[in-house]
């Protein structure tokens, strides 16, 4: 369900972005502003992994860990939102946030694994694909949205986005191939 969001997320983003008959607002200043769609994909992201993860690990209190962090991170978005407009604007703070919650909730997931007695190698664990993709795209996103932030001279910019071009085929190269070598039964 996530990937067919986020196909249409990104042919949506285009189409409003390359064609006029796409648009979101009649003001023509603001007519190619698709930042919205992606602001909402990114905290519906979020909070959809959030609770994946919160489901598949074992131990109580990470589980709780994890909804107290879903409630930070929504919260920011909502901060995010007051303080700057999210219509025309990226909700990059928020998206900070989430980022490293997401990284903290992958660091416990596969600590958790590592430490699990299991029969079935990880390998065929889709989950540890997924996590591994989603690992080194959230590992780099928040530095490079920080850099960005820091409005760092254009030179030093340029540098940045082949990494994070490179980060997201990656992200998707894991989890395709988790969809592919991944079995049910060691699932989790």
């Not at 972005?17 to 994909?41: C, L, M, P, Q, T």
């Not at 997931?109 to 540890?128: A, I, V």
């Not at 997924?130 to 690992?135: E, P, V």
Request: charged content about 10%; proline content about 3%.
């Amino acid at each position: 369900m996530l990937i067919i969001y986020t196909f249409f997320t990104e042919v949506l983003g285009y189409f409003i972005k390359y064609y006029n008959e796409f648009v979101f607002f009649s003001d023509g200043r603001y007519a190619w502003h698709n930042v919205i769609i992606y602001n909402i994909y990114q905290i519906v992201f979020f909070i959809f992994f959030f609770e994946v993860y919160r489901k598949v690990l074992q131990r109580q209190s990470l589980k709780k860990q994890i909804r107290y962090l879903s409630f930070v991170c929504v919260l920011s978005y909502i901060i995010n939102a007051i303080v700057y407009n999210p219509l025309h604007q990226q909700m990059t703070y928020a998206h900070i946030i989430g980022s490293v919650m997401m990284v903290y909730i992958l660091i416990i997931y596969f600590r958790e694994k590592y430490l699990e007695d299991t029969p079935y190698p990880l390998k065929f664990n889709l989950m540890f694909w997924l996590g591994s993709g989603l690992m080194i795209f959230y590992t780099f996103f928040p530095i490079i949205s920080i850099i960005y932030l820091l409005k760092l001279n254009i030179g030093i910019q340029i540098y940045f986005r082949p990494i994070l071009l490179t980060s997201i085929a990656l992200m998707y190269g894991l989890i395709i191939i988790g969809l592919v070598i991944g079995k049910r039964k060691a699932f989790g």
